[in-house]
């Protein structure tokens, strides 16, 4: 362990890594990365920004019921045609030539939270090369929390920027203003309709913003009634498409790395998958991939540790 500055601290030890994000303590995050990393211009914080452990529960309670395990499993289907895109247009574009693999599984990612949360997509898997703008500005956005954390003062200039200027300065975020603009029209068809819909929490067609009003009107449930507006909603779902994309994006781009270099880690895996699966043109079944010991320790602990 070695101290990096004030309030930050750097581990070598990757079993570290489970001691602090398992401990019963619930410490306030860092407010210097979170309250001041990006923000969404003209938006109020999202979820990701929110330091205190107490406040993050709370607001996380309105949705978390939208991605329990019972709910995503419904969306299978959605999954899988995603991942049966990702294969055909590997087949069909990328025989003989390289592909960008990271780009690809963050395409897929990008497609798959935004169909679940939001029931729109822009099928970013079909596109050539994977290197859809939405795609390209999510890396960028990410890449751009680090610059707005340390220059705070060019943050909150960007904030402040009117739409045409910042389109002229940073036409990259070309794409997510875009995106922004479906998401605030989802966002007013559910605010204008949403008390139509309370007794219908099983519907598969309604997004997440009909679950996120439902709960607020219970009470109890949220104290502070200002992560209900219209543009919270919206800076949700912004963030939504960043970490439902960027996560599963990045673990599977470092699990394939392992994949391609480790051929005693590639020959387990398939050694595995060939006796649960021994039929490739059938459908394997989330569950029961679920229960496959290698191939989830290999996604799950590969990502920044070491896998044996």
């Known amino acids: 362990m070695s101290s990096a500055f004030v309030l930050q601290l750097h581990f070598t030890e990757p079993a570290a ?3 602090i994000y398992n401990s019963p303590h619930r410490m306030r995050k860092e407010p210097d990365f979170y309250e001041n990393g990006l923000v969404f211009a003209g938006l109020p914080s999202n979820i990701f920004h929110v330091s205190n452990p107490r406040a993050h529960s709370a607001i996380k309670s309105l949705f978390s019921s939208y991605f329990t395990k019972k709910t995503v499993l419904k969306l299978e289907a959605v ?10 247009q590997l087949l069909k574009n990328h025989k003989t030539s390289p592909v960008d693999m990271n780009h690809a599984y963050h395409s897929v990612s990008l497609d798959v939270i935004s169909l679940y949360a939001l029931r729109t997509s822009v099928d970013a898997t079909s596109f050539p090369s994977f290197k859809h703008p939405a795609v390209v500005s999510v890396e960028e956005t990410i ?4 610059v707005m954390r340390h220059f705070q003062r060019l943050r909150r200039i960007s904030i402040m920027l009117p739409r045409w200027l910042t389109l002229y300065l940073m036409p990259a975020v070309k794409p997510q203003l875009q995106i922004r603009d479906e998401i605030e029209r989802l966002v007013d068809i559910a605010m204008a309709d949403s008390e139509n819909h309370d007794g219908e929490a099983d519907r598969d067609d309604l997004n997440v913003f009909y679950t996120i009003l439902r709960n607020a009107r219970v009470d109890g449930r949220l104290k502070n009634s200002s992560w209900v507006t219209r543009d919270q909603m919206i800076a949700e779902a912004m963030g939504f498409r960043v970490a439902g994309s960027d996560t599963i994006g990045n673990t599977c781009t470092v699990a394939t790395w392992y994949l391609i270099r480790d051929d ?4 387990k895996l398939v050694k595995e998958l ?8 059938k459908t394997m079944p989330l569950e029961l991939l679920e229960k496959l010991p290698y191939l989830v320790r290999l996604f799950i602990t590969v990502h920044g540790t070491k896998l044996i």
């Open 79 to 88: 999954v899988q045609e995603r991942v049966d895109k990702l294969i055909s």
């Open 264 to 267: 005693d880690i590639r020959g």
């Open 17 to 19: 890594y489970a001691e």
């Open 143 to 146: 890449g751009a929390i680090w």
């Open 274 to 281: 060939t006796t649960a699966w021994p039929d490739k043109e």
